[in-house]
């Protein structure tokens, strides 16, 4: 069955791409911005390469601009097919995943489909990780004070974020955190999952989850009496203690979360 498009916000609309899966949760979700009585869309991440999903987005409306909101295939696959059927420009961090028209820098302001979208950079993820908040954006029943923030994958709407070591990283991850929860308590609109109703609060979160990882994987180096390291077998080691019993799937996930983890410590000072 055919997912149809999800009104999330007064300026936002969900499409789901049907790829589900243990890392992408539903599946990824493609939003389109608009505001009312605009002439066109904003779409960020178009997804993978399914040309049902691409052609419902490029169905809804004049697509003025793709954003991306990181590299990861289930976010981008599909922008070069996209482009080929609306045109529009592509804007990314990176400028290898541009399409006639410049990366994207932090705290810009962008004008496009009657309303203002900033950008906001959250590496950590990924180094081109980025979040667009929207300003003049509100949800049903929410406060119209501070807008919304889209994520990417910096923040899901259930479960935590793989740190994608090595182009991910916990310290910048952290100061993402950081910027974010400076937004307050406003809506969150993850690329997978549901919509979230308090960023601030979310942020909490997720910071008391990597302190409590790092914790965990402190008190397996000191039962093993070893350092912190990149070193195969040691992070093979960790995963099988503080991961336990994790999905055969999803292992390789834990795996990259453990090295960002001893990354960290590594280079922590004492």
């Not at 997978?192 to 914790?215: F, I, K, V």
Request: charged share 20%; glycine share 10%; aromatic share 4%.
């Amino acid at each position: 069955m055919t997912p149809s498009p999800d009104r999330w916000t007064r300026l936002v609309t969900r499409v789901l791409a049907p790829n589900p899966g243990p890392m992408t949760l539903d599946g990824t979700n493609s939003f389109l911005i608009s505001s009312p009585g605009a002439d066109g869309v904003v779409v960020v991440d178009p997804g993978p390469e399914d040309a049902a999903h691409l052609e419902r987005i490029a169905g809804f409306g004049r697509v003025e601009l793709i954003l991306i909101t990181h590299h990861h295939p289930d976010h981008v696959e599909g922008v070069d097919s996209l482009v080929a059927l609306t045109g529009a420009p592509v804007r990314a961090w990176r400028s290898d995943l541009c399409r006639e028209a410049a990366p994207l820098s932090a705290d810009e302001e962008i004008e496009a489909s009657g309303t203002r979208i900033r950008v906001v950079a959250t590496p950590g993820h990924t180094t081109d990780s980025v979040s667009f908040h929207l300003p003049e954006d509100t949800a049903p029943g929410g406060s119209a004070a501070g807008g919304t923030m889209l994520t990417g994958d910096t923040i899901l709407g259930r479960g935590t974020t793989v740190i994608a070591h090595p182009d991910g990283a916990i310290g910048p991850y952290l100061a993402s955190l950081d910027t974010l929860e400076a937004f307050g308590s406003i809506p969150v609109l993850p690329a997978h999952g549901a919509m979230l109703p308090d960023l601030a609060a979310t942020c909490r979160e997720y910071r008391a989850h990597r302190s409590q990882r790092l914790d965990q994987v402190r008190g397996v180096l000191a039962e093993l009496g070893a350092e912190a390291s990149d070193d195969p077998a040691l992070v093979e080691a960790i995963v099988d203690r503080v991961y336990g019993e994790i999905d055969p799937r999803v292992r390789f996930a834990a795996v990259a979360s453990t090295r960002a983890q001893l990354d960290h410590l590594a280079g922590s000072a004492p």
